[in-house]
């Protein structure tokens, strides 16, 4: 066959960018481990009727056939009963997931899952048909306190605080509370909440003029109104003044409403608790209103600094009904990390490396064929002291074996001991083929130093 | 909604499943990655005219469409260009990414990928339509020494045997050579070798007396040829002996052939090398045909001791082409684990436990929510020593923080120092749940015994 191109939509990467990928994922899982998420995976599907129950995704939706579908037996392509999708979020599957096995889990039920997600829309400006996402969650049956819509930023705050170290940047994690938002809204007497909500929600793009002509036209704002909403979506900050200014502002405009007082009350709680524990992290801005029409408390947005323009990287908030079997709610809240997204600044934008591109690193060179099962012995002896190591593929000569471990960017080459033409004996020697340096070893006690003995994901300038 | 009911051939596990699934893999990662194998993912999909080139596995395969697909621009059902199908296994798809990145790998290039692959087939008899594969394969450019098809199977010896230590019953890697079957086939006088290999593939199924008319009756054999097959698959073992016993077979009928030759110069050094490196695991079995159609060289099945009715949990063999692009051919050799049937199997038969259902190894109480910073404080300082930790959900009576804990698995439970009604402050203490005891405590220095940090999988009986 001719050489494939790449799917547009569907990235993938060479080894050295999935080593990247791998260590941002192995980073990911830890931290939430130690925050005691318990790991789970859902299928790649859900019947199609579970994936349209939110209208607005259904043209992302990958639906599957059998290719030998009896066409007897296949449903109309208007007949979704019984048909299968892929999941395009890791949310859907988590709510029905809950829902089937509610009666084995403990609530509140804390989980973390990574998997793939996929969506048909047409692949631009970074959006994947096929990408990784990594959510946590915590859900609670019945009730769930608002504690926790302070806890699970702070846990990604310290999970995306943790890939510093390879070269990411500094993250900052945007939030809002639909509380805040509906309640000064109404408190104005605006009762077309999420009209306003979409209004606000196009400040960045069309600038507040724009936004005060559209609350006007489309959630019957008066002016006074119109130009309240845009002085609350102005206020942003990272420590409780920010619930003063708000409460300022109402004042001013003489909105009160019971919701704008719970609305303030958890939104000052949790500004106070990331600037203890995630000082400069986190920060309330009062303009953040996507996802405010389906979340129903904490929303939260997360960007890379200095690289804003890429979107939310980690995204989330409350949802008072994430499932309902008719007879218990399942509140929950929870932030999902678009990894794909994430990696592809990483690795695209050469902001992060990986020190080589295969585990090995000794490669154990072979002196004749007949010999390579002494070489498979040392190779054997560095494993099993957790020493990563390949055998070379063909008794070549040195200079070639050296130039295969070369490429591949394997720091060592080990040679075995030899028996010259005058019965004296050489031990084995292993060298460094970045310094030139050789050294005498015995495969039973070497090791590398510590930094060489596995790949490690580091800033690209370092 | 209604409880949902699983869709079957889908599985998914419960917290504790998944802990057994994880460790699975995370065993594997690092056997792969000690012996050098680079890590990849591959998106889903592939293009349908690339999946269908194995004609006999169209049946299998799952075909995207988007819902909301222009109808205009769709394609018509019978036309499969563009068309999008889900992999139905891990090495069509590598295959594909060798030659879309040969420029960019160093050959023979080594490379593990663990992801889940799909078959619309119907679900029966342990077969499911999504499932995990762990696959190795090594694959070179041009050519491909021998010698990786005696170390393939070796590497998975070493990583199913890792897993013994978690109650993975022993595994028999039984072995066969193409090579040996078509060259004694063709010194036999037999042509028609596919046809030969077919019947003998029906040998546990039907017997010999119903193969031996088969190969009659559908591959040309006489009586005495027939008779001939039926003894060379009889063969078994697991050292050289099995060469000369097949030698022995191939004079007493006169069947000579050069590739027979060849065949058991191959299948001979395997045995001799896994005899020294797994004792007992590796067998001859010269009855072994199903892959033969297609692999080139050896080729290799794996029971699980006791539970051979489950079938291969890990099969592959070499390809002379396991892709080209009309100049260079990439002749690879791999093996591939059926993760989900095993993990299937060791949760489903109860082989296999986890010590726990959660990560945290302890539960930080909350004496009033009023002090839940001071609760989290405690939980900060254990987590920055790597252990895992959650903290209350709700300040409610100890006796019941406590059963919390228990019905989670959690062994420990941190109580925060008070200051009593005298003024006498006490110290922070933690209580192992399972014996009581109960000691004073330093979140600071404090850390459980290595066995009780992290959820462990063990024997079920253990």
């Not at 909105?255 to 939104?267: I, M, P, R, S, V």
């Not at 585990?359 to 040392?378: G, H, I, K």
């Not at 060592?412 to 004996?425: N, P, S």
């Amino acid at each position: 066959m001719a050489r494939p191109t790449p799917l547009s939509g569907f990235p993938e990467w060479l080894p050295e960018g999935r080593l990247v990928e791998q260590h941002v994922l192995d980073v990911l899982r830890r931290t939430f481990e130690l925050h005691g998420f318990a790991g789970i995976e859902t299928r790649a599907v859900e019947p199609l009727e579970q994936l349209l129950r939110k209208g607005e995704t259904s043209k992302e939706v990958y639906v599957l056939s059998r290719l030998q579908e009896d066409p007897d037996s296949a449903p109309d392509a208007t007949d979704r009963a019984g048909r299968l999708g892929l999941h395009f979020d890791l949310t859907v599957p988590f709510a029905r997931y809950v829902l089937e096995n509610a009666g084995h889990l403990a609530f509140p039920f804390r989980r973390y899952q990574i998997q793939k997600v996929w969506r048909g829309e047409r692949p631009q400006d970074g959006r994947f048909r096929e990408f990784v996402q990594a959510d946590i969650d915590v859900v609670g049956a019945g009730d769930l306190p608002y504690h926790y819509e302070v806890e699970l930023p702070l846990v990604m705050a310290e999970a995306l605080g943790a890939l510093r170290e390879i070269g990411v940047p500094p993250v900052r994690i945007l939030v809002n509370n639909r509380k805040v938002a509906e309640g000064f809204y109404r408190g104005l007497g605006l009762t077309d909440v999420d009209a306003v909500l979409r209004g606000i929600d196009k400040l960045d793009k069309i600038g507040p003029d724009a936004v005060a002509a559209l609350l006007v036209d489309e959630a019957g704002a008066t002016q006074a109104q119109a130009a309240a909403c845009l002085e609350l979506a102005a206020i942003s900050g990272d420590d409780e003044s920010i619930v003063d200014r708000v409460r300022e502002l109402a004042e001013r405009h003489g909105a009160t409403h019971e919701l704008l007082d719970t609305g303030l009350t958890e939104l000052g709680a949790l500004v106070r608790a990331a600037a203890e524990r995630a000082p400069g992290v986190v920060v309330a801005d009062l303009k953040i209103a996507r996802g405010l029409d389906y979340y129903t408390g904490s929303v939260y947005e997360t960007v890379l600094v200095g690289h804003e323009q890429l979107g939310s990287i980690c995204s989330g908030g409350r949802y008072d009904t994430l499932a309902s079997d008719g007879t218990t709610t399942y509140p929950g809240v929870g932030l999902s990390i678009g990894v794909s997204r994430l990696v592809s600044r990483l690795v695209g934008g050469g902001l992060v490396r990986a020190t080589r591109s295969v585990p090995s690193a000794v490669l154990v060179a072979v002196t004749q064929e007949e010999d390579r099962s002494r070489s498979d012995a040392v190779a054997v002896a560095l494993r099993a002291r957790g020493i990563p190591v390949e055998v070379a593929p063909s008794a070549a000569k040195f200079g070639k074996q050296i130039r295969h471990a070369d490429r591949r960017g394997i720091p060592y080459v080990w040679f075995l001991g030899q028996t010259d033409d005058d019965g004296v004996v050489a031990g084995d020697q292993v060298k460094d083929i970045r310094s030139g340096e050789q050294v005498p070893a015995d495969a039973t006690t070497w090791r590398p130093p510590a930094e060489d003995r596995w790949p490690r994901v580091v800033p690209a300038e370092g």
